[in-house]
């Protein structure tokens, strides 16, 4: 038998294997947390070098891969609201690209967007102070034009939390959950090939991962309440997250904490998403329950998977034997205060077509909207067809004001919210500061490569 004859039998193995998930069952890992270089007050300085690697995505077969330091996910990045974060970054990668910091306020030249390539072989300082108030769960991923999808699919992305100094759930155990999906071919290759239905739906891999691995097992203590920081870094899939018999307590979103906790059933998790759960372990020694992806129809009828309405399992929790203490959470959280709609000056609207916004394309030399530097505003998002798109803006957190005319229950603040087929969306956002050129796309890879994009000028002194 040849090597690679043995390698696809391993595979249709292993294939055959990963739906039981205990077959592959190991302890869900955390990313690594970067080392913080320097010793100088309120700094958090670091190196990220993204270069091709060599990984094992399956246990036992090697993939050839993108990865930031070597690993997928990339490796956590730790820091403090107030602090100053230094990375230096170099790119080993044949090709250009760019670390894009989703959904933190800061400086354009910084945000590591499509209009600011890193060449192969080049480098750059990523140099930008995480703002009070901005402490939540963001995340980091190449943005170059066109390649994006490729990239992060490559194995490009990785968390980056910013955490408060009065963070009322400090004294919780923590969990950073980063979903992302694969497919590799029979040789155990990344599979990037592309039928006409993909184009339209964008790139769904069969391979679910959780931090990089496949069914991997989480332990819970009965008793314990675990603080859970999920990101949705998939190019396309939709996430619709239950853990049966366990309601989650909903406590945030993309940017941070929400003012009081909400009960949920389910949470819905389009690609670049962020929540924060809490996870109460009301079970006894030895329960399992699975961390699940319930069927969420986000598709045409015409492109729609024949497999769309599987659930699928992410992840095992296994309660372990010591019980520990139940912790009392806070009623108030934090104060989130609400972005008055009624000082808003102007209106945007954003029509949301099968790659185009507004009937038109990504053209980085064109500026599609100009607004002026602390102006408040509010955009409203339609999508007239029959897909939904999540639609992400950069460098400025907002608050949804009503979906499909229903008010927001409670002000939050996001950086991605998904406008569901037929439906529109409204939102409040201020131009605090940071003038310049930022961009607003679909977080559908694919849909942003081939253009779903369009860039906010914001100007001092200005529309
Ligand atoms: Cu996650 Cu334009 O970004
Ligand atoms: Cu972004
Ligand atoms: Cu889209």
């Known amino acids: 038998m040849t090597a690679s004859l043995r390698r696809v039998g391993r595979l249709a193995l292993l294939a055959a294997a990963l739906p039981a998930g205990r077959a592959t069952a190991q302890p869900l890992r955390q990313p690594p947390v970067l080392r913080n270089s320097t010793t100088a007050p309120h700094t958090v300085e ?25 690993s997928i996910p990339g490796p956590t990045l730790e820091a403090r609201e107030g602090d100053r974060l230094i990375v230096h970054f170099q790119n080993d990668l044949p090709e250009p690209t760019s670390i894009h910091w989703h959904g933190i306020h800061l400086p354009a030249a910084m945000d590591g967007g499509p209009l600011d390539p890193v060449p192969p072989g080049g480098s750059f300082d990523y140099d930008f102070r995480l703002l009070p108030g901005s402490a939540g769960t963001y995340w980091y991923h190449p943005h170059p ?6 990239q992060v699919a490559q ?8 955490r408060a100094a009065d963070d009322p759930l400090a004294q919780l155990p923590e969990r950073l959950l980063i979903l992302s999906d694969s497919r590799l071919d029979h040789h155990g290759a990344l599979d990037h090939r592309h039928g006409p239905v993909e184009e339209a739906n964008g790139r769904e891999g069969n391979l679910l991962l959780v931090n990089g691995q496949t069914s991997p097992t989480l332990a819970l203590r009965p008793g314990e309440v675990q603080r859970w920081r999920i990101v949705n870094a998939s190019a396309a899939r939709y996430y619709r997250l239950t853990l049966p018999g366990h309601p989650f307590l909903h406590v945030g979103s993309d940017g941070g904490l929400f003012e009081r906790a909400v009960e949920r059933a389910e949470v819905l998790l389009a690609p670049s998403e962020r929540v924060e759960l809490l996870v109460r372990g009301t079970g006894s020694p030895g329960n399992r329950t699975l961390l699940q992806s319930l069927p969420y129809d986000r598709y045409t009828p015409q492109t729609r998977p024949a497999d769309w309405e599987r659930t699928r399992e992410l992840m095992t929790v296994e309660y372990s034997r010591e019980r520990a203490a139940t912790p009392a959470i806070p009623a108030v959280l934090r104060p989130v205060p609400r972005l008055d709609p009624a000082r808003a000056t102007g209106k945007r ?11 038109r394309l990504f053209d980085a030399n064109r500026v599609d909207e100009v607004a002026a530097l602390g102006a408040t505003e509010i955009w409203e998002l339609e999508n007239p067809l029959a897909m939904d798109h999540p639609f992400h803006l950069h460098g400025f957190q907002f608050q949804v004001l009503d979906r499909n005319g229903v008010p927001e229950p409670f002000p939050a603040w996001k950086d991605t919210v998904n406008v569901p087929k037929g439906e529109s969306v409204r939102f409040v956002v201020q131009y605090t500061d940071y003038p310049g050129k930022w961009m607003y796309h679909c977080h559908i890879l694919d849909h942003e490569d081939h253009g779903m994009m369009g ?3 914001v100007r001092e002194g200005g529309a």
């Open 455 to 457: 860039i906010l000028e």
């Open 46 to 70: 670091v190196t990220l070098v993204a270069a091709p690697a060599r990984l094992a995505l399956l246990p036992g077969v090697t993939t050839d891969v993108f990865a930031y330091n070597g």
């Open 155 to 162: 194995g490009l992305f990785g968390a980056l939390l910013v």
């Open 349 to 359: 609207l954003m029509v949301l077509f099968q790659g185009f916004i507004n009937g």
């Open 145 to 150: 034009h066109h390649r994006t999808g490729y």
